[in-house]
């Protein structure tokens, strides 16, 4: 059993920076596939950023209204994942979720889920 801890949301104008972070404990983050999810209000929850670490390699996939202006990483001495946002727009707005899965997946029945942190985008 993983537990997983985001943090590092808040207030941010539009065009700014923030970095997410996704804290693991009871299981090591490189050994599952991660992703990052948000919800907006009124919105179904929907897939930011997927990726594994197969040795050295990484494998990710990022939503088209993501791609370019968001990085995911992880820093294996913490057992962190990062999810890393510029360019930000007011559509941005949502609450962050880190979530992992034992295998592969293309929908949000993710087996691990941290509790969320907002991001706010004003514009």
């Known amino acids: 059993q993983v537990q997983l801890v985001e943090s590092g949301g808040g207030l941010v104008q539009a065009g700014g920076s923030l970095r997410l972070s996704c804290a693991a404990s009871?299981?090591?983050?490189?050994?599952?596939?991660m992703a990052w999810f948000r919800q907006a209000p009124g919105n179904e929850r929907e897939l930011v950023g997927k990726i594994f670490w197969d040795g050295g390699v990484t494998f990710s996939k990022y939503a088209d209204s993501v791609k370019g202006r968001f990085t995911i990483s992880r820093d294996g001495a913490k057992n962190t994942m990062y999810l890393e946002m510029n360019s930000l727009k007011v559509d941005d707005t949502a609450v962050y979720y880190c979530?992992?899965?034992?295998?592969?997946?293309?929908?949000?029945?993710?087996?691990?889920w941290g509790q969320g942190t907002q991001v706010t985008v004003s514009s």
């Open positions: 009871g299981g090591t983050l490189s050994s599952y596939h």
């Open positions: 979530a992992a899965s034992n295998t592969p997946r293309d929908d949000s029945n993710y087996d691990y």
